[in-house]
């Protein structure tokens, strides 16, 4: 099932009550959130530091129980992990489901890339976590869900960005209203030569959305998008020793075999709600292309390999529906179906040293899933209220295999069917109008991926060993939000079955593999604060202690996580800002064995941005710097990679100027 919770924008400016949050299930069934038996996180993205929003982890900063990766590695994508779900990921995002506007960007097998998101679109980012997310389906960490705003005015807009690393971008949008429709068109150009040698970067992106009032009570929007990246350099990660030596070099053998990647991202949407008498409704659908072409660091020459040449055709469609019915004045139900399919057309090559040599693989993988939901609201009283809900998913994955030698490369042809049933039950009592808690339960599970099935420890065929994983949670919380200020604290207990893990990780060859069983246990805080007229902050914390059964820690996730934010005005006037953000990391396990780390660190960046008004026209400029100080970290970590590259280096100090100009007329 899925949720969206729905606010008021908030300025950039320090406001004296922080705006009201509002849960909507299912597109259409609002509720407020100290009502919602969850741990649930609402930010407008107009909080958060400027920047050139061409990496989704800009939206993901100070968000409890979320943490976002800075690859500085555009032909990788952005890292997220939520409560330590996904953190296995080689390149993408898995366990975790991401949205825009209700409209899933991951895909039925659960993977998802960011890249096909235009970032200066949502307005404000949303995420669940624990036990009511489990009603998603196949994401095991929760949900994030960006959300945008339909145009209001008649206007133009055009903003341009430069930064170091011959870092520019261009973007140009214009929207138009009438009493019936609105229409907003947005191209976007980005260049960069990135912080490492091959580490060059260009994306083009362009958008168009349609907005129609059908009636008094049906509303159609409709989404298409063209996302075209030629070329996006792999400068690979660094060893532990090179790191240290010199976090700003590239691996030999990525200039040697030239490794990049070219994405072209195409897809249609549409959303279609109405209410009546006897509820509300909605129906979304979507379908879409994608094409990537990947150069990896090696040959990928012998017979039995899957070549060094990664092409990739993939198809996908889907269709989501749900009706809120209020059964009685005080119980609402909300049930659907989803129904999506993916189609990878996907071929393997020779790596000759940066161009395409001989076929290595050539099969089609499919994933269909259907899915049926349901959940029920039920208002006790003025104070209590109980919410329940289950989910029935099945899942079926299946390759066909067109390159055989006989006797030498055999036929890894197969197909693998998977289902679940999942649940979740909370509480939520609201003391006053200023403090509420929650208690909330739930089962959940995740699926392995298309990609994650593709390759085994026998070296043919689907890994037929690699099953679901399966978690059971515990939550419980609290919440209050008064006159300038807000703050959610919850703790979390998950026991997982099957995990699944990173076996293997060497030269672009990924094998998974299901864990016995793993434990998560952790406290969330995140909140705001108004320190006077002119002073605010933003916080959060985490701790999360996520093990095997042996005792080690899971790779790839920071024990503890901290996220501090002010904004200052300096003059009674709210046309410029100061904020000043730090960001905590803790260690960071890069194997299994726990015998990689990569050491914490706290990087501070500081960002002024102002505002004109002259007669019609809006002027914006805005000034950024990344990691004040000049820390050297480490951004993220590949997950027991077998070659020792497990490093990817974060930013060294970065200034980025912007500024944007708006007209309405």
Known sequence: MYYALMFTLASASVQATAPDEVIVIQENAPQQQQQLAASASNLAVAEQLPGARIDAAELLQGLAGVQSDDRSNYA???????????????????????????????????????????????SNVQVIRGPQAVLYGNAAGGAIDWRSRAPDTNSLEASLVFGENATQRQRLQGEWVDAQNALRLVGARLRTDGPRPQNKAERDQLALRWYRQLNDSTELVVRLDDNYAPLLQDPSALTPNAWAADPEQTVARAITYDTRKSIHHQQVSASLQGRADWGQWHLNSWRGWREIEQF??????????????????????????????????????????????????????????????????????????????????????????FSAGARHQKLRFSVADYYTLPGINPDDSGEQALSANTWMAGLNYELNETWASFIATGRGFESPTLTELAYSRSGTGLNATLGPAFNRQWEAGVKCRGAGFSCQLSVFDIQTDNEIVVDTSIDGRTIYTNAEQTERRGIELEGTAELSESLDLRFAASYLDATFSNGLRLPGIAKQQAYLQFNWLPTQSTDTLVQIAADYRGEVMATDANDVIAPSHVVWSAALQTRYQLQGLEVSPWLKIHNLFDRTYVGSVVVNQGSGRAFEPGRAREAMIGISARYNY
Do not use: C
């Not at 991401?98 to 096909?116: H, N, V």
């Open 76 to 122: 990788q994508d952005t890292r997220i992990t939520l409560r330590g779900f996904g953190a296995r990921s080689a390149f993408g995002v898995r366990g975790v489901l991401l949205r825009l506007d209700g409209i899933p960007l991951s895909m039925p097998d659960g993977q998802a890339q960011t890249s096909s998101i235009l970032l200066d679109e949502p």
């Open 296 to 385: 990896l660091p090696f040959a990928g020459d012998d017979l039995t390999s899957s070549g060094a040449v990664i092409d990739l055709r993939r198809q996908f469609t889907g269709a989501e529906t749900a009706v809120t019915l209020p059964l009685t004045d005080t119980v609402r139900l909300t049930s659907g179906l989803t129904w999506a399919e993916q189609r990878d057309r996907r071929r393997g090559f020779v790596n000759e040293f940066g161009v395409k040599g001989d076929l290595r693989r050539d099969e089609l993988g499919r994933v269909r899933t259907y899915a049926l939901f349901s959940q029920a609201h039920w208002q006790i009283n003025d104070t209590l209220a």
